[in-house]
């Protein structure tokens, strides 16, 4: 297999109700099976996701939180409104409304002005499909769409691409049953297909600052569907990882480590 | 930034002893700044990483996790024998002596002779230095090589291909200090290129029994260096994530949880 990959040059800054789609299709020719992927800061820009960071009334919870993290309480009560549990508090890694767990829910305060704060987008697979449909729309070529973020992982230095919402590309690839080179049966076959494009993506896209948001990978043979990022996610009951957190967390709750011990934690 | 990957058709078998870089040389000219993508399953298989499953005594240990598991004991017993510590044990999650953090020691039973189980390379960063000296060698070319395994993740479903080893290239990109488009320096900003990398040849290799196990990108300006992967690896003390899990298992180790509960997990 061969594929090519590249960054879409010259992309202006995206403001609220910009086309993304027109904004690919007028600098780049697409061709049907291209994926195109965007940064989801763009995204949420042009979906209008930036918000005053004081227009909001921090609770206790979030000042506690912000306290520990030498955070501003106003951008920790913008990430706890757009989660459903807290896995850790220092740093804060959260399971997000939209059910991928990162640090701080992806809300971004680098990459927007001073005194605003970025959201990811809404419903990120609505988006890429929204992105997708526009695409053929306006030239024709049926492509797959992925919206990336960088994301830290356990166990490893580093943030890596991952994706947050797709479209026209199957998020995981299952080969359960399928046979070895010697006939064995593999027994662990998923494959995160969609967060290797994504990271393949980032790999040359590099972070935000570099003013390369979109890339177009070309040639690559994947799987079609349509359900989009969400089978990505594991369920609690079946991630240990998340329960051991969940768990320690609800100790720690009962019986504060002490501020010099929680210190040496390190961000993700 | 425009790159180009694809992957070396027509690789035989690897048997003990092949040399890697010929393989390589013989199939596809290089370029300077190419960089070479191994799965270390045919590394293994080069240096003769191959050992019979029945070589070995399983101790006392090595047939609870296994029963635990579902698994051979023998096979267990290599994973313990090539590991520092137990984070988790069903499923088997281990620090190897390499440093990195993944199930069941990255030890292969697929993808080798029935009998058999295949270790990852002893040194897996002196292992790329050799194929890169190799193959400066053979055809005057200054390449970076990486060798690659694929792993399970955290909160989220499908195994991704990463570095196990790397030479000529950094493995991450530590940009803090660095500012973003609006001046505002970058709180969180150390990239996982070569994890990046390898996701992305990964994603054109395949799982190993399609049979295309090296991969060349080219194109891509990466940052040099030669500290190999460990630098990638997070210490205990810096990882919430393996202190969670180290404390949780000590406090089963003390209560065990019941066989019926702990089934739920789901294998990673």
């Known amino acids: 297999m061969r594929i090519t990959a590249y960054?879409?040059?010259?992309?202006?800054m995206i403001q609220k109700g910009d086309d993304l789609a027109a904004v690919v299709a007028e600098r780049t020719k697409l061709e049907d099976d291209d994926v195109v992927v965007f940064a989801s800061t763009i995204v949420s820009?042009?979906?209008?996701?930036?918000?005053?960071?004081?227009?909001?009334?921090?609770?206790?919870?979030?000042?506690?939180?912000?306290?520990?993290?030498?955070?501003?309480?106003?951008?920790?009560?913008?990430?706890?409104?757009?989660s459903t549990k807290v896995l850790w508090k220092h740093p804060l890694l959260v399971e997000t409304v939209l059910g991928n767990v990162c640090i701080n829910a992806g809300i971004d305060r680098s990459n927007t002005e001073t005194g605003y704060i970025l959201l990811l987008p809404a419903d990120?697979?609505?988006?890429?499909?929204?992105?997708?449909?526009?695409?053929?729309?306006?030239?024709?070529?049926?492509?797959?769409?992925?919206?990336?973020?960088?994301?830290?992982?356990?166990?490893?230095?580093?943030?890596?691409?991952?994706?947050v919402g797709c479209a026209g590309i199957a998020a995981i690839h299952d080969k359960r049953g399928d046979v070895d080179l010697f006939g064995h049966e593999l027994k662990i076959t998923i494959q995160g297909i969609v967060d290797e494009v994504a990271a393949c993506a980032n790999m040359i896209m590099g972070e935000s600052n570099e003013g390369t948001p979109i890339a177009v990978i070309r040639g690559y043979a994947y799987l079609k569907d349509d359900l989009g990022i969400s089978v990505t996610y594991r369920k609690d009951r079946e991630d240990f990882v998340?329960?051991?957190?969940?768990?320690?967390?609800?100790?720690?709750?009962?019986?504060?480590?002490?501020?010099?011990?929680?210190?040496?934690?390190?961000?993700?």
């Open 7 to 12: 960054t879409v040059d010259d992309v202006p």
């Open 45 to 82: 820009k042009a979906e209008g996701r930036r918000y005053l960071l004081n227009n909001i009334t921090p609770t206790a919870r979030a000042e506690e939180l912000a306290a520990l993290n030498a955070e501003d309480p106003h951008f920790i009560q913008y990430v706890l409104d757009n």
């Open 124 to 163: 990120p697979n609505a988006s890429a499909r929204k992105i997708r449909d526009r695409i053929l729309e306006l030239t024709g070529k049926r492509v797959a769409v992925i919206i990336t973020d960088m994301n830290g992982r356990s166990f490893r230095e580093g943030q890596i691409g991952v994706a």
């Open 242 to 268: 998340k329960q051991a957190l969940l768990d320690k967390l609800a100790q720690m709750e009962k019986a504060p480590a002490t501020k010099a011990k929680v210190k040496k934690a390190k961000a993700y």
